[in-house]
């Protein structure tokens, strides 16, 4: 049911951001009671399933910094040809573990690990938000919408303007712009000998404060 599918999806946000009901009620300018009704997908006192208004929606997409479109179109306002909603599930990644950030066609923000890629939809604000993260982080920007972590640059081709991050099979390779590429040479240079002497010298035990992140990471 529509009015089933946006509740969840709310419930899903708050929690993603560890808003209790109280909190979120403060935040929307709703009562939590009714927050908890939408979520549950009826309304306790009158029977008659719940579907938020446009203007309540809106109150719900400033709140919880999402988008307002999209919660439109899941609770069926909006036509929308492909799916109603967008099923994520909430996960906790260390960014001492994530290779590189990059935004791509789709506006996706995409964590690449080693092994792994998580994907999350952001509002501008959460984007901004994460570039201060990452760059607190030594992350490095390279081009507009993609960073990297310094700490897994293992070579860098100031010719081709390819870095390659993570090693061996599971390495991957980025592009880096000439302009970037000469504001960040000295520190990048850097980084590639620090990381390879940590590489060849297995007596020396680098350890990293973890840098968590709460992503929700988007199932297809």
Not at 20 to 34: D, E, I, N, P, V
Not at 107 to 125: A, K
Not at 165 to 178: F, P, Q
Request: net charge neutral; hydrophobic share 35%.
């Amino acid at each position: 049911m529509i009015q089933n599918d946006i509740g969840k999806h709310l419930e899903l946000i708050r929690l993603s951001k560890d808003y209790s009901l109280r909190t979120a009620g403060k935040l929307c300018k709703l009562s939590h009671g009714y927050i908890r009704d939408v979520e549950l997908g009826d309304n306790r006192k009158t029977g008659p399933a719940i579907i938020p208004q446009p203007q309540t929606l809106r109150k719900f997409a400033e709140a919880y910094q999402t988008d307002f479109n999209e919660l439109m179109r899941i609770a069926g306002h909006i036509e929308d040809v492909k799916s109603s909603s967008t099923v994520f599930n909430t996960i906790n990644i260390d960014l001492n573990n994530v290779l590189f950030v990059q935004v791509d066609e789709s506006n996706r923000v995409q964590f690449h690990q080693s092994d792994r890629i998580y994907y999350e939809n952001m509002t501008l604000h959460e984007f901004m938000q994460l570039e201060e993260l990452l760059e607190s982080n030594r992350f490095i920007r390279v081009h507009s919408g993609t960073y990297v972590n310094l700490n897994h640059i293992s070579e860098y081709n100031e010719n081709s303007g390819h870095l390659q991050v993570g090693r061996g099979e599971t390495g991957k390779v980025v592009e880096i712009t000439w302009v970037r590429g000469q504001m960040l040479k000295n520190e990048i240079l850097r980084s590639v000998a620090a990381n390879k002497r940590l590489n060849m010298d297995s007596k020396v035990e680098f350890v990293q404060q973890p840098a968590m992140l709460k992503v929700r990471n988007l199932q297809f």
